[in-house]
């Protein structure tokens, strides 16, 4: 069995939300979910489909509008086993609490150079983990992140 990625470089575009929750509607992209924060930014929510290395793009495009992904979702990818490698796009400046913890395969992480905040356990329990360098423009890393 081959190495299973996310393709950031394919060009997918939404027309119609996955799902309404709490006023916030949620799109699929790639396998990937997203979550409108505004009129120019996204944040992930989570996974819909099984892959090694997630790549999350800079910008996605949902019913034509293109938006920056910002955020990582508190507990988006929390208990995946699946995932051994993760790619920040460059826009990506905060990383919510429990956003991969307990994740006992992922190994590597690169972070775009953007990332701000990093919340209290994102990568706990992640016991694979070697393979990652801050970036300079990390502000603030919470608690047993």
């Known amino acids: 069995m ?11 575009s939404v027309q119609a939300p996955l799902t309404e929750q709490g006023g916030s509607y ?6 990937i ?7 120019r ?12 290395v997630i790549q999350i793009p800079a910008t996605v495009v949902i019913n ?4 920056k992904v910002t955020t990582i979702d508190k507990n988006a990818f929390s ?6 490698d993760v790619i920040f796009g460059n826009n990506v400046t905060t990383i919510g ?3 991969f913890s307990q994740c006992p395969n992922l190994r590597n992480i690169r972070f775009g150079s953007r ?6 356990n994102a990568f706990a329990q992640c016991t694979k983990l070697r393979n990652f360098i801050l970036p300079a423009s990390v502000r603030h890393i919470d608690a047993r992140a």
């Open 79 to 84: 208990g995946n086993k699946e995932i051994t």
């Open 97 to 99: 609490k429990y956003a």
């Open 64 to 67: 034509d509008k293109v938006y």
């Open 2 to 12: 081959g190495e299973k990625r996310y393709c950031t470089t394919c060009e997918i």
């Open 115 to 120: 990332v701000k905040r990093i919340g209290s």
């Open 41 to 52: 930014e996204v944040s992930v929510t989570g996974l819909a489909a099984e892959y090694n």
């Open 33 to 39: 979910g997203y979550k409108i924060l505004n009129e």
């Open 26 to 31: 949620k799109y699929l992209i790639g396998g």
